[in-house]
Structures are given as C-alpha cells and as structure tokens.
C-alpha cells in the first residue's frame, strides 16, 4: 500500500503534500515542451465539485451538514476560546482570524473547543481540505472512527477533486476495517472507484491510480491491477510514463496468464501459437533439407506453453499499449505548458495573480475549443480513438467508464471544476461556467448559482442578481424574489438590490407591491438625506409614469424636501412634473416650484437653472405678455445678483469681436458676422420635454444652461452608480 506524504502547514492554513515519490519518478515532459524542474515539493489539492456523469455539477450545499456532536463533550471551554470565537464570528470574512482560533483549539488539545470551531470553518471555507484531514484525525484520535468516517464523506461531497482527502479517506478505512471480513475488500475497491470516477481524470491524481494498483497487487488480485493499469493508461496526467513502465514492470514479473483477462490471454495465445507454428514448420522445413538420411524430428508436447511462447504475448501485450500510451503522450503534449502555468491550483484567500487568472481563462478557452473541433468532427477525438483500439477490458462496466473518462465534455467540466478552487472568489469563473452549463441543462447551472451565492460569493451583490436575473427569465419568478431578499438581508442598505426587487414585482405585473417596497426603503431611510432622496424621486416617477397619479407622485416629492431642501435633483424632478402637466392649469404649481428652488440653499448656477426654466415655461404657456416680462425682469435680476456679467451674454450684447480657440487650443479672433439692430431677447429656449434640443442655437446663449453635464438627465443615474453589473452577460 502506497504511503501517504509527509505534511506541512502552509501559509494558510492548508496541508500541503511532498509527493512520496521520489524526484526521479517525475517524468520529463513530451516533446517540444521543455523538462520541468525537479518536483520535490507538490500540492495534492485539486478540490471543488467533482463532474461525474450523475451529478456533473457537484453537490448541492444545502445537503451540507456536519457530524452530531460527541455524547461526552467537555463542558469547560479553554479561556481565550470565547474572545478568538467572538473575533471570528464578528468578521467572518478575516480568515486570519479563524485559522488563530483552531490553531489555539490545537494547542489546548480541546476537543470541544476543536469540534466546534471546525465546524463553524469548514462552513464558511469548505474547500481547505486539509482542514476536513484535521477533523476527520481529531475523532479518530477521540476514537470517534465512525464519526471520522462521517467527516471525510461530507469534505469529498464538497470537493470530490481533492485527491489527499480521498487517499486520506481511503487509508482511514484501511486503518479501521478488519480486512479479514468479506465484504471490507468490497467497500474498499468501491471507494477506490467513487475515487478515480471523481478525481481520476486530475493532472495530479497519479498518487490515487498507485495507491488503487498497489492495493489490488496486495489482495493478490493482479487481473485486477492490469485493468487500473489500462485505465490509466489512457488518462493524461503528470506522471503518464510512470505508469507505462509499471504496467511493462508488472507483465514482466508475472506469467501472462495471471495478469491478463482469460479472454485477452486465449486470444493473444491462440494468435502466438498459430505464428510459432508457422515458423516452426518453416524452420522445420530448413533441418529436413539437411539433417541426415534416417534421423527423426524431435517431439513437441502439444498443448505445452513454451517460455518463447509467453514472451511472444507479452510482446503482443506491449504492442497493443503501446499505441494507447503514444496516443495519451499527445493529450499531455497539449496539455504541458497549461498545467505548468498554473501554480496554485489549491484554495487560499490571498487573491491571484493576473497572469494566473489569466492562465486559467487561456486553459478553459484552448479546452472548449476541443470540445467544439470533435462536435463537429468525432473523428478527431483523439481520447475516444485511444478507448475504441485499444479495449483490453473484458468487463463491461469498466468499458462502460473508460468511455465515461474519454468524454471531452467531461473535461471540460472537470477542468472548470478544478479551476472553481484556485479561483473560488473570482465571479467571472462561475459564470463562464455557468454559461457553458446553460445551453446543456438549466438544473445544473442553477446548482452552481446556488453553489457560488451560498457558499463561495455570499457577499459579493454582482453574481446574486445575475442568479434572480437567471430564474426570472426561466419563469421561477418565486426563486428570483427568494434570491433578491436573501440578498438585502446579507446586504442591508444596498439600494441596487431593492431597485431590483421593486423592477421585478413591477415586470411581474404587481404595481403596489413595487410601490410598497419603494415606500418602506423611503421610511427606512429618512436618516440618510441622499438615499431618501434617491428612493423618494424613483417612487415619484413609478406613481407618475406607471400609476399616472400626479398628485401623490408630487406628494412625495414635497415630503422629500422637507428632509432635504438643499437637494437640487428633487427640486428638478418636481418641475418636472409640474411641467409636465395641463399648462392651463399647472402654471401656479411651476411658479411655486421655481419660487421654492430660489428660496432653497442650493448653488447660484442651479437657482438661474430654475429661473431660467420658469421663465422657458410662461414664454411657452402665458396667456398675457405681461406676464412673460413680469418673469423675464425677475431673472434678470436673479441674474444680476447672482451671475454677474452674464446678463450681457444671455441678451447677446457680447462685443463682435469674440475670442475662439482653434483645434491647437490657441485664442483667434474671430469677426462677428453683420447682424440686424439689436433687439433684447425675450424668447427663452424651447421646451425641455418634447421638443428638438437642436434647435436651441436659435434660441440665444440660454441654451448654454441647458448643455451643463451635470443636469443632463438630472444626472441622479450615475450618482448612485446603481445600474453597474445589472444583468449577466449574455
């Protein structure tokens, strides 16, 4: 039995494995690639999801649970576990602060304090695997073996990649089964095979295909170990020759017969046989020609299998690996350099690299395009050729997984797979993923949301709304409405997930409930002037656009500057509404709005804004001239308190000799075309809603307020920045 590598803590927390092998083992890379470097250290975690043919996608966490505790639990609690406890549930994103409470939980050897603090991690940090080893020993050291049993299991149904949880597991049963009972060797093969199905077709799984071989050589099954030897075989891993010469190794140092199925040894033995006669009566054709008149050929037993002939099967046997093997070497030729790229293929908090993000989207995009190349011609599948002319197996159900191993979509999943570890805190892998898993099954992208919101990115806003986004467009609207309010609890106060629930109950045809989640995010933030701005002015324009009640839109907005006078976007919103209106009737409602926005403590520019747009409406709307300039003199005198020069400008008594900038940024002058007499402008700019903004030019300088950046569209949008990452790519 194969021994498991010595372990040393790394920098987070995690065990990382030197590889029992020695360095030598480690094969060169194939051609044109260039030889690694000396492998004396190697990280055996490749965890997350395993992609297995049932449950390609891994499992779902709400499953996870964790073993009952112990019936003899200690009642005292070390002394500092209670304050290293507090730190860590108080911010359980410093993942600092976990790994100093179990690194004190071990050091005071407490079982419970141990027990509970693991559990609490391995929730929040499922994929530190050798964390699930330091929990599966803590009760078997208790002599808790079944409970040590339970713990390895819940750690392989969240990374069924991890190839030291499943040899740690494996040497677990190994260590605690009498193997004297029938059915121990039985339970144990049927690990090995969950084992090599979940994480067989790792780069890194070599360790688990020696340790599966070396077992069925110790139970003396050596038919067995020839068919694990041919599997693997065909899997392109780190260590592919390593495997060729143990399988030459192991033909060689026992008869054919005992290692070859009986089918494959009597046809290779039937084939041999037939090729020794006929050289032998070749040959026995040369000796009569010259052996002496008289003298009699030697007897030959028949049935007898001679040693020539055993070699002459064993030679057979080498031909037929042989094209399997150099059909494997070219899938690890392609994969070399890919695999050599990637140098945390483990979990840790600490955030990648760019080159590293980078190497893994290169990985997945040269992967899927395989996949793409064989859809369209099966004939290139190399993988699938491999299986097809070189089947040594006689069982049907290996032939049945060795087909399962070739599938290229299986790779792809196990490679995105193996990438959802190093990169578990990146949203964009999840959702490549999830966008390869679409098209393929709605069910399996919806378990890796479920997997990345709930387990992996509970904090990160983005990849929850694409998830609600997701089950609203495949008509789930009750998951889309349970997504977005898991959401806002994990997230209090964040104003793009109640802007989403509301935009789904109106989408969903529910105008009031979109109206009652406005209001309450209105009432619940009266201590914030600028998000009850925010929300006050969305709740005005869904009662106005949708509800088509001006008047409790405008109360709204009214109860809203009470709170906020000094906010300049609620006061544009409500002449906007007012302006809106019946002219006939809305008129004093304008004039109050503008005579409130000048009386406000908002900037002087802003107060001309308002005043100038006052003015706009009574040269748009008035009944009376008189009227018009009785508003026109009003601004003017605003704009003599507050603009100061730019009275001249408005009225266009600007001196004909103008100062322009060229394309250099240099000033010209520039001649003022002749013009007619100068008559005082009384005529604002035209409408702000409804009408062609082009033809303001006509309209003097007072189109120039109109142009200011921060009015376009009440430039409240950008403010908040609510709409970034509102939808998944498509």
Known sequence: MAAEGCEEMSGNGELEESSAMDASEVPPPPPPPPPPTEISEMSEENGSAAVVPEAPVGPDPSSFSMPPAAEDEEGE????????????????????????????????????????????????????YGYWKKFADLERRAGYNDKAEEVCIQGLQVIP?????????????????????????????????????????????????D????????QGNMKNATAVLDRVLKVPTQLYNTHYDKFKEHLNSHEPKEVLSSEEYEELRTMCRQSQKAERAEQAQEEEEERPPGEEEPATPEGTDTEELMQKIREQVLVRRDKVYQDNEGEVRKRWHYEDAIK??????????????????????????????????????SNQAATEGSEVTAEPQEASEDAVVAQDDHRVRILFERCLIACALYEEFWTRYIQYLEPQSVDEARAVYKR?????????????????????????????????????KTLPGLAVVRLRR?????????????????????????EKPTLHAFYSIKLARLLLKLGRNPSRARRVLQEALEISPDNDKLHLNLLELEVSGEPWTSAEAVKECVTRALAAPLAPHTKILFSQRGLQFAEDYSNSIQSVLSVYEEHQKLLNELGGTKREAENGDEDPEKLSKSDDGSAVAVSAPPTMPHVPITTPPPPMMGTDMSAQ??????????????????GYQNTWNYNQGYYPPS
């Open 502 to 526: 509301a935009a789904l109950e109106r989408r969903a045809g529910q105008l009031d409930q979109s109206e009652a989640l406005l209001r309450e995010a209105v009432a619940e933030s009266k």
């Open 77 to 128: 609690l070390p002394a500092d576990f209670e304050r290293l406890w507090k730190a860590a549930h108080d911010n359980p994103q410093d993942f600092t602060s976990w790994t100093d409470l179990l690194q004190y939980c071990e050091q005071e050897s407490h079982i419970t304090a141990s027990r509970r603090s693991l559990e609490a991690f391995l929730i929040r940090y499922p994929l530190c």
């Open 697 to 714: 030019a006509g309209y003097g300088a007072y189109s120039n307020w109109y142009q200011q950046p921060q009015y376009g569209s009440y």
């Open 344 to 381: 945390r293929p483990y979990f840790h908090v600490k955030p990648l690299d760019r080159l590293q993000l980078r190497s893994w989207h290169s990985y997945l995009d040269w992967e899927i395009a395989q996949l793409n190349a064989d859809t369209k011609d099966p004939s290139q599948d």
């Open 161 to 209: 990649l991890s190839v030291d949880l499943w040899i740690h597991y494996i040497n677990l049963l190994l260590g605690t089964l009498d193997m004297n009972l029938p059915e121990s060797p039985k339970r144990i093969r049927s690990v090995f095979e969950d084992a090599v199905v979940a994480a067989g077709l790792d780069f890194h799984s070599d360790r688990l295909w």
């Open 452 to 488: 990345a919101c709930e387990v992996h990115l509970a904090y990160k806003p983005n990849i929850h709304m694409q998830w609600a986004t997701f089950e609203e467009r495949h008509g789930d609207l009750t998951e889309a409405r349970r997504v977005l309010e898991a959401l806002e």
């Open 211 to 218: 340790l599966y071989i070396e077992w069925e050589k110790e």
